[in-house]
């Protein structure tokens, strides 16, 4: 969703920000814009609808734009149409035309959020004079922070938190004020911002890839707080505008780990990462043969003691939950409910004593998955966060984070976060079976033996990518696709088919093989794809069945397997091998040929893999 950036320090602030917001781009976007301020002057407001390069275009890489603070923006269109004048930045000034050039203005902001009361405000501040230009709810709080700055005749703090009492939603805000040169005022409530610092020059962005050229020296402001950013310093306030002190963090990620490094998208260098990232984050939970989970705070008493166990995800991560569901009640005999966050905010789900509600997330920011912490911390559950963006929102409210080591995850369709959540999930369901008794010593030892050896057969079933390549291009042309299996091969199925219709744009859909026969047979025509996952053992023959039955339909089959049931070939058109493993762990071997399906297929169509349409990689807003 929409990035933000900010710059001011001593250097020309344009291609900063510029260079900023590209690295922002798998947030999804459909308009950008820059702000930028020559010492005293206006800020100059330049706006650009589609990709970022026509933004570039129009300010000659940003060389066309003096001064050294400016704030930037990727506006991924909630209130208003894709369009110029809805384009961020913002200004106060009453002026026509889409805001764009020098306007005279107090305030120019940008905005990554939705303001829910925005109407009413608005109406507020027609009444007092205010004109409007655009459709946006940035617009009005950028006119509602200069209201209060020139009723009250206040400093930008005191206007902005003012105007922070006033608004319900969610915002990360970077605001300029033109009393105020060189300087760049922040507020966030439930929208990721981070500020950074270096010698003379500060930074502000939606996320750390967009900084991390230039600093590794970064603040996470918090709910409520508001920032006033100078070159090389930065002060914090509360709502009561008194300054208060945040610590310093410093970020240990690879800036490579966030480029292409060599492959020509990120996805697939993602897909090729999955050993590593599943590596780091096993060898971050299993210490000498034992499973650790004491640096996420969960006690083996703690885990013996649980009642129930709630997974609350939106997307590819609660797949994931879906997963470990079978996993979790195999293997540990323990009640767990699997929840979209969506739906889970807004029910009022009884939690017996003892329930941990788990919320599993990449980027620790999805407004739902957060909205649904809230409710269960509310409802006195205990909360585990599976978090990949270190000091993330979800990350810091939770009681207890086990953090997933992908590193940056760029594409906006998730791989090596999803792999890296899967293990997580596994080592959990493992810990929670001995501590409570569900397994002996012995199954312990195979099973934290069997979970050491899966990246290197990740890397195995990577090596059998050419035949996935060839048969992408055979189905390029398909309208449908259906993914069926059954128990953990049904949320295998379920994550297959979000990778192919994301990126590809085909659709399909997954389904629990049994419940085919219940109207989606139906839809099944000559030449229908129907791709099955078959890997446990006690159900793979069944799903053949529902396939055969697809098969006399006219469908052609692809099945994906494990090395050994040979027995496949004689049903299905195209089989797909992966290493045996044990069958509660496979979901992080089948899934990798689906996903490599969809990429070669997204490919063949020639679409944008890592910048799906309409798609967002951080979905901040409900
Ligand atoms: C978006 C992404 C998905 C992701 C989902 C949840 O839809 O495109 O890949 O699974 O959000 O995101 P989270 O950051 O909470 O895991």
């Known amino acids: 969703m929409c990035g933000i950036v900010g710059y001011t320090g001593k250097d020309q602030a344009a291609p900063i920000l510029l260079d900023g917001l590209a690295r922002l781009e798998y947030r999804g976007y459909d308009s950008a814009g820059l702000a930028v301020r020559d010492g005293d002057a206006l800020a100059e407001v330049v706006k650009a609808t589609g990709k970022l390069y026509h933004l570039a275009d129009k300010t000659d890489q940003g060389r066309s734009l003096p001064g050294c603070c400016g704030i930037g923006h990727t506006r991924w269109a909630t209130h208003g149409d894709p369009s110029l004048v809805n384009a961020h930045p913002h200004v106060s000034g009453n002026c026509s035309g889409s805001g764009s050039g020098q306007v005279e203005s107090d305030v120019v902001g940008v905005h990554n959020g939705i303001i829910e009361n925005f109407t009413e405000l608005k109406e507020k501040l027609l009444r007092h004079g205010y004109a409007f230009y655009s459709d946006t709810d940035t617009e009005v709080v950028v006119k509602l922070v200069d209201y209060y700055y020139k009723k009250y005749k206040i400093g930008p703090v005191d206007a902005i938190t003012r105007t922070m009492v006033r608004v319900r939603g969610s915002y990360a ?178 939690m017996p004593e003892n329930t941990l509600v788990i919320v599993i997330s990449q980027s620790g920011e999805t407004a739902d998955s957060l909205a649904a912490l809230r409710v269960a911390k509310e409802r006195d559950a205990k909360t585990l966060a599976v978090v990949n963006v270190v000091g993330s929102t979800i990350a810091r409210e939770a009681d207890h984070v086990l953090y997933t080591l992908a590193g940056p995850e760029i594409a906006v369709a998730t791989t090596k976060a999803y792999s890296a959540q899967l293990v997580a999930m596994d080592a959990l369901a493992v810990q929670t079976a001995y501590v409570r008794g569900a397994v002996s010593q012995e199954q312990y030892g195979h099973f934290i033996e069997e979970l050491s050896a899966i990246p290197d057969k990740i890397k195995r079933v990577l090596e059998d990518k050419e035949r996935l390549q060839w048969f992408s291009s055979k189905i390029a042309n398909a309208h449908d696709i259906f993914f069926i299996g059954r128990g953990l091969d049904y949320a295998i199925s379920l994550e297959g088919s979000l990778k192919m219709k994301e990126i590809s744009y085909i659709h399909s859909e997954a389904y629990a093989a049994g419940e085919l026969k219940h109207g989606t047979i139906s839809l099944i025509e000559r030449n229908t794809l129907v791709i099955g996952v078959l890997t446990q053992s006690e159900l793979f023959e069944k799903t053949i069945s529902n396939m055969v039955e697809c098969k006399s339909r006219g469908a052609y089959l692809m099945g994906v397997t494990t090395n050994g049931n040979f027995i496949v070939e004689d049903s299905v058109n195209f089989t797909v091998y992966i290493p045996k493993t044990d069958e509660h762990f496979v979901s992080s071997l089948a899934v990798v040929p689906l996903q490599l399906l969809g990429y070669y297929t997204s490919v063949n169509r020639g679409l944008d893999v890592d910048k799906p349409r309409n798609l967002a990689k951080s979905v901040t807003v409900e």
């Not at 707080?225 to 914090?236: C, H, L």
């Not at 293997?331 to 009884?350: D, G, M, Q, T």
Request: glycine share 6%; proline share 4%; with cysteine.
């Open 173 to 350: 805000l970077a605001l300029m004020f033109k009393d105020y040169p060189g300087e760049i005022f922040a507020a966030r409530k439930d929208s990721p911002l981070i500020i950074g610092t270096a010698e003379e020059a500060s930074f502000l962005a939606s996320d750390v890839p967009a900084i991390l050229k230039y600093t590794r020296q970064v603040y996470y402001i918090d709910n409520l707080q508001v920032a006033r950013v100078a070159p090389g310093s930065v002060k914090f306030y509360d709502l009561n505008g008194d300054e208060v002190t945040l610590p310093l963090t410093e970020i240990t990620w690879d800036a490579a780990a966030a480029e292409k490094g060599g492959y020509e998208h990120f996805m697939l260098k993602e897909i090729h990462e999955q050993p590593q990232a599943v590596r780091d984050t096993l060898n971050s939970l299993i210490h000498e043969s034992r499973i650790d989970l004491t640096a996420a705070g969960l006690t083996d008493d703690m885990l013996r003691s649980l009642a129930q166990i709630d997974i609350v995800a939106c997307g590819s991560a609660w797949h994931v939950g879906m997963a470990a569901q079978y996993v979790i009640e195999d293997l540990a005999k323990l009640p767990v409910r699997v929840e979209l966050a969506s739906e889970f905010r807004y029910r009022n789900i009884p």
